[in-house]
C-alpha cells in the first residue's frame, strides 16, 4: 500500500523541516493505477502514526475523524468503516484497524498523500519553500503510482503543483493539465476542507463528485 523507495528522502526532509520527535506521513493506499490520486497539504501531529512508538502504517489522517468523513461522502468509504472511526478515541486507532481502512481505500482505487511529509506540531502555515523541497519526490510518487486522476486540495497545494497561481473559486469543475516525463495527468483543484477550511465541506464534496464522475 506504500511506495517504500522514497521513504528515506522523506525522512530525511523530516529532519529537516519537520518538528523534533515526530516522524514522516506516507502516502498510502492503491499504489498500481488508482482511479484517483488525492493530494492534501502536509500532515500535524495530531495523526497518532507521527509517533515515534506508532510501528504500523505511516498514512495520512490515523487516528483522525473529518477528512474520513469527506471520503465517506465521496463513496470511497464505506458506511460501516466511517461508524467504527467516528466510535473511535486517537489513541484506539491501532495497527491492525489502520491496515483495514487504507486496505478499503485500495480496494476502491484510491491513493491518499501529501504534498508535504513533513509532520508538524501545530496546523500552522508552511511556506511554498518547505513544499518546494518535496515537489520532485511527488511527481516520482504520482509516476509510479499512475493514477487515473489527481485532486490537490487548496490554493497553494494546486499552485505548486500545476507551477502557476491557482485560486480554486475560478477553477472548480475544471481540470488541469500536469506533465511528468512526458506523461499527462488530468488535475482537478478544490477546497481544503479541513480546519477553518470544514466550512467548505459541502463545495470539495461536490467537486470531487464531478471529478470523480
Known amino acids: 500500500?506504500?511506495?517504500?523507495?522514497?521513504?528515506?528522502?522523506?525522512?530525511?526532509?523530516?529532519?529537516?523541516?519537520?518538528?523534533?520527535?515526530?516522524?514522516?506521513?506516507?502516502?498510502?493506499?492503491?499504489?498500481?493505477?488508482?482511479?484517483?490520486?488525492?493530494?492534501?497539504?502536509?500532515?500535524?501531529?495530531?495523526?497518532?502514526?507521527?509517533?515515534?512508538?506508532?510501528?504500523?502504517?505511516?498514512?495520512?489522517?490515523?487516528?483522525?475523524?473529518?477528512?474520513?468523513?469527506?471520503?465517506?461522502?465521496?463513496?470511497?468509504?464505506?458506511?460501516?468503516?466511517?461508524?467504527?472511526?467516528?466510535?473511535?478515541?486517537?489513541?484506539?486507532?491501532?495497527?491492525?484497524?489502520?491496515?483495514?481502512?487504507?486496505?478499503e481505500l485500495a480496494k476502491n482505487k484510491i491513493y491518499v498523500t501529501n504534498l508535504g511529509k513533513c509532520t508538524k506540531s501545530d496546523a500552522s502555515h508552511v511556506p511554498d519553500s518547505v513544499f518546494k523541497d518535496y515537489l520532485e519526490l511527488l511527481e516520482q510518487e504520482i509516476v509510479q503510482v499512475n493514477p487515473e486522476k489527481i485532486i490537490a486540495f487548496g490554493n497553494q497545494v494546486s499552485s505548486l503543483l500545476l507551477g502557476k497561481p491557482c485560486r480554486v473559486s475560478e477553477m472548480r469543475k475544471k481540470s488541469e493539465v500536469k506533465i511528468i516525463n512526458g506523461k499527462k495527468f488530468k488535475v482537478f483543484t478544490v477546497y481544503y476542507p479541513v480546519g477553518q477550511g470544514m466550512r467548505n465541506l459541502p463545495a470539495a464534496i461536490e467537486d470531487i463528485k464531478f471529478a470523480i464522475g
Not at 500500500?1 to 498510502?28: C, N, V, W
Not at 500532515?43 to 468523513?69: D, E, Y
Request: proline fraction near 5%; hydrophobic fraction near 35%; glycine fraction near 10%.
Open 1 to 103: 500500500m506504500q511506495i517504500d523507495r522514497l521513504h528515506k528522502e522523506f525522512d530525511r526532509l523530516q529532519q529537516k523541516h519537520g518538528s523534533p520527535g515526530l516522524t514522516s506521513i506516507y502516502g498510502a493506499g492503491c499504489i498500481a493505477g488508482p482511479k484517483v490520486c488525492f493530494v492534501f497539504m502536509n500532515p500535524t501531529g495530531k495523526n497518532v502514526a507521527s509517533a515515534k512508538t506508532w510501528r504500523g502504517l505511516k498514512a495520512p489522517w490515523i487516528g483522525t475523524k473529518n477528512t474520513w468523513i469527506l471520503f465517506n461522502s465521496v463513496g470511497v468509504l464505506s458506511d460501516g468503516t466511517l461508524q467504527e472511526i467516528l466510535s473511535k478515541r486517537p489513541e484506539n486507532w491501532d495497527y491492525e484497524f489502520a491496515d483495514k481502512v487504507y486496505a
